[in-house]
């Protein structure tokens, strides 16, 4: 049976709710012995199962645990200019950002890229956005969060982004129902990530290439035919970051011998992806 708005089984939802009580690390015996028996006899395969057990530990992950840092959100100021909001959707193809005033701890609200857009053809005219008229009013959620009821939440209010802040009320980061499917099935995929099934290499358009953070510095020399070190870093991610001298945040630049480097996932503590171009001789 599948859930009318698109968010998963129902099955994983009474699951969750019959299981998840705060103590899932492991699970309950008569249903993990249900689940080895239909394993062993293929009535539930592996990828099933790994949904079934993602759902269960729901309840032991917070907010704090997938939302993407403020050092690594992409928002867009209530001054900006159409140009400049344009800009950012070409450089982020998302569907929703933030909109901060002074700082991205005075978020305004929540705007999604087709009302801008709209907005856009409203008003040929004019450099400016009116963002009042189409903005929402953020969803804010404390980082101790449990998923299992961000995700009811997200559903109730049937919106697909949050604002976490920390005991200080400060904005720490956000969270989107994406964030938090991708616990239960694992990472989605969509048009604008490198596909899984060109490796920890993956080439684009236009000469760019989307470069896996832990990809070896042996297989992105044997790949490119190039002579990057790995006397002291044994990945890309540790010798862009060397190079950094700290993690990077989300689209930071930096060039590496014959190559441009930029940042295209990071997390807190590490940098998952980035694109890559070879610099013109």
Wanted: hydrophobic share 35%; proline share 4%; with cysteine.
């Amino acid at each position: 049976m599948t859930d009318i708005e698109g968010n998963g089984p129902k099955w994983l939802e009474w699951l969750n709710e019959r299981f998840s009580n705060g103590d899932t690390a492991n699970l309950p015996p008569e249903l993990n012995e249900i689940l080895t028996e239909a394993t062993a006899s293929d009535s539930v395969d592996q990828h099933t199962l790994a949904i079934i057990k993602g759902a269960l530990q729901m309840s032991n992950l917070r907010a704090r645990d997938i939302m993407v840092p403020r050092t690594s959100m992409i928002c867009i100021n209530e001054n900006d200019t159409a140009e400049q909001v344009l800009a950012t959707f070409d450089a982020n193809p998302h569907s929703r950002f933030p909109v901060v005033g002074d700082d991205s701890n005075d978020i305004k609200g929540i705007v999604h890229a087709k009302d801008i857009t709209r907005e856009l053809i409203k008003e040929q005219s004019s450099t400016s956005i009116n963002f009042d008229s189409i903005m929402r009013k953020p969803n804010v959620i404390a980082e101790s969060k449990p998923l299992n009821e961000l995700l009811q939440e997200f559903r109730t209010t049937r919106q697909h982004m949050a604002i976490v802040v920390d005991e200080y009320t400060q904005v720490s980061g956000l969270a989107t129902i994406e964030d938090v499917l991708e616990q239960i099935v694992g990472r989605i995929v969509d048009e604008h990530d490198a596909p899984d099934e060109v490796g920890m290499i993956g080439e684009t358009s236009n000469g760019t290439y989307v470069i896996k953070g832990e990809t070896s510095i042996s297989e992105f020399n044997e790949y490119f035919e190039s002579n990057l070190s790995d006397e002291e870093f044994n990945t890309i991610s540790g010798i862009v970051v060397s190079k950094f001298g700290r993690v990077p945040d989300l689209n930071e630049e930096i060039d590496i011998e014959d190559f441009h480097f930029e940042v295209a996932r990071a997390e807190e503590r590490k940098v998952s992806s980035f694109r890559m171009t070879k610099k013109t001789q």
